[in-house]
């Protein structure tokens, strides 16, 4: 199996394309480190695990804004079970709002998740990985990394930062035999993709008017996204890092 006997460290794996992250690693083999900050979704996400699949899983608290908490949760892996992916997926976006009328509490949390969260990731995983001298880091960006997103200013913002650190990563980490690469979906049937359609006045028609700049006609599905996260993270990738892979069914050639 693709994963197997590798140790998965993934954020935000209590619901989304988290879940369906650690879902897909497990069926691959994996040991998987669920987290989130929500203890009952991640708590059943490993459940889910441990009963349906060939893997294994833990769940494990976690705030990604909380640097010192995500150290000690990446070290306790890796004294543990050892160390091999680690999937920075915890993001959060907010309401629509222009620039101007953004207010400083909005920014702050949409900046703490998405970029500090990110960040301490990275920051808490490479020291391992770098010693061991092996191991694959996927970042969760967004469309949002590519394009400027009206009235999304600060997830714009937050997750074109998450693709360049990516790269910066990779850059820096490449000789010590690591890789880092991020994913970046289009608008995905979460609960997160969803709230961006239910905050408009009419979401159905904004559903519908979305899905005409999409060739393939419809939203991705986490299971999509995960199979892209899981490519990233193998051996089947082993010459491809710093790189940002749209999964967007079309979106970009629209």
């Known amino acids: 199996m693709r994963h197997d006997e590798q140790t998965v460290f993934i954020t935000g794996a209590g619901q989304g394309i988290g879940e369906a992250a650690a879902k897909r690693f497990a069926n691959e083999g994996a040991f998987v480190v669920v987290t989130d900050v929500n203890d009952e979704t991640g708590e059943a996400t490993a459940a889910?695990?441990?009963?349906?699949?060939?893997?294994?899983?833990?769940?494990?608290?976690?705030?990604v804004t909380n640097r010192e908490g995500f150290e000690a949760a990446i070290d306790t892996t890796a004294e543990e079970y050892g160390l091999d992916v680690v999937v920075n997926n915890a993001g959060v976006g907010h309401p629509p709002s222009n620039v101007e009328d953004t207010d400083q509490s909005t920014f702050d949390f949409v900046f703490d998740v998405n970029v500090r969260g990110v960040w301490n990731g990275c920051h808490a995983a490479l020291p391992h990985l770098k010693e061991q001298g092996s191991g694959n880091i996927v970042n969760i960006g967004s469309l949002a990394s590519y394009y400027g997103l009206p009235k999304q200013s600060v997830y714009s913002l937050t997750k074109g930062a998450v693709l360049n650190f990516t790269r910066a990563v990779a850059a820096e980490a490449g000789r010590s035999g690591v890789r880092c690469n991020a994913v970046c979906p289009a608008f995905t049937n979460t609960e997160l993709g969803n709230h961006f359609f239910e905050t408009r006045d009419d979401p159905e028609k904004a559903k519908k008017l979305m899905l005409q700049r999409y060739p393939l006609g419809r939203l991705g599905e986490p299971e999509e996204i995960a199979d892209a996260i899981s490519f990233l993270a193998s051996d089947e990738a082993s010459y491809i890092t710093g790189e940002g892979l749209r999964v967007d069914g079309g979106f970009s050639t629209s």
């Open 48 to 63: 889910d695990i441990n009963d349906e699949t060939p893997g294994e899983a833990t769940f494990t608290s976690l705030d």
